[in-house]
């Protein structure tokens, strides 16, 4: 038998207990929900929601400068697109009026979007909307 190393000298002074209990004790038992009667006089199990119910905001009337500027947002590249579908070279001041349109009617369209601030009702929140 080889010599024992350091490990197992420290290990031969340890009393190690390794006896382990026979029988696992049984969980405690879980208590259903109330139950609450609906018209129909069936036990229905009672819901906690989970969430806080919020109303939904009124959709904002679309005016004239949105719908331009989601045209400009969608409208410039899908122009830039179908055009090289076709294999037309566009000239550069078209580029770029394609690109500045996009832009900008994309900072319009985030400049536009409602604040989520503490003047709020809801606030603070996690932002989760249902």
Known sequence: MP???????????LDLDLEFPDE???PAPVEPPPLVWSDDTEPVEAEEPFYRKVEPTPLRPRTRAMTLAW???AGAPLALVVATMFGEILPRPILGAAVLTFVAAAIYLVSQLPEHGPGRSDWPDDGAVL
């Open 71 to 73: 045209i400009g947002l």
């Open 24 to 26: 696992v004790p049984e």
């Open 3 to 13: 010599e024992p190393d350091d490990f197992d000298k420290i290990v031969e002074g």
